[in-house]
């Protein structure tokens, strides 16, 4: 099986700016999670989406929004950029019961300058 | 709700053991293990359902303790490829958000 990919793998942007990152789940996963990473914060969880409905949100603004299509690519699209959006932005897909396990994407890496 | 893992780092020669802790201020209803290498994407390891080890990688073990909200990963003879961090990770109480813990830092080396 193909694993989780996403695209682009970097990105720099200038304040200000929008951006839309892209992913694409393991194929049979309908539930897609996104999460930025950085060294001070860590991981934090964005959104999930399931079947093309946002299923759960975490605490960011409302800039950051997701959308996921039938084939159940993902992609999420941060507008008005701060350079406090400079991070690894990674998703995950999962197959859901039993395991839940997530398989994680390689990440994009985001710099706002 | 951000479990907190310890130590924060640790170093280790090859074959010794360690444990990491995660704690939670809430309840766990089930905690995930992740290890990521430097560069790389997250990796799972495991989920624990209420006590129980669902699935063991390798010589990583876990252990979950829903009275005391904590949960500990045993790393057993460790090997160079076991360095990494390693995340703990738990769905919010009403399961609409997923929590990483802060993370340890673990290098073997020979």
């Known amino acids: 099986k193909a694993g989780v990919t996403q695209t682009p793998r970097y990105l720099i942007k200038t304040r200000g700016q929008q951006v839309t990152l892209s992913c694409s789940p393991i194929?049979?996963?309908?539930?897609v999670s996104w999460y930025q990473q950085t060294p001070g914060q860590g991981l934090q969880f964005l959104f999930e989406?399931?079947?093309?409905?946002?299923?759960n949100k975490g605490n960011f603004p409302g800039r950051f929004s997701g959308r996921q299509f039938s084939n159940s690519r993902s992609e999420m699209n941060v507008s008005t950029l701060e350079l406090g959006d400079s991070a690894l932005y990674l998703c995950?897909?999962?197959?859901?019961?039993?395991?839940?396990?997530?398989?994680f994407g390689p990440g994009t890496r985001l710099t706002v300058t | 709700q951000q479990p907190v893992q310890s130590p924060q780092a640790v170093i280790l020669r090859e074959g010794e053991d360690a444990v990491i802790n995660c704690s939670s201020s809430?309840?766990?209803?089930?905690v995930h293990w992740y290890r990521q290498k430097h560069g790389e994407a997250p990796v799972f390891l495991m989920i624990?359902?209420?006590?129980?080890e669902q699935k063991g990688h390798e010589k990583i073990s876990a252990s979950f303790n829903e009275k005391k909200q904590q949960s500990s990963l045993y790393l057993t003879a460790s090997q160079l490829s076991y360095s990494g961090t390693y995340f703990c990770?738990?769905?919010?109480?009403?399961?609409?958000?997923?929590?990483f813990g802060t993370g340890t830092s673990l290098t073997v080396i020979p």
């Open positions: 989406y399931f079947s093309e409905t946002q299923r």
């Open positions: 809430k309840a766990l209803y089930s």
């Open positions: 995950a897909s999962s197959g859901g019961f039993p395991t839940y396990e997530q398989y």
């Open positions: 990770g738990t769905p919010s109480n009403t399961g609409n958000q997923f929590y």
């Open positions: 624990l359902l209420k006590g129980g």
């Open positions: 194929s049979g996963h309908r539930s």
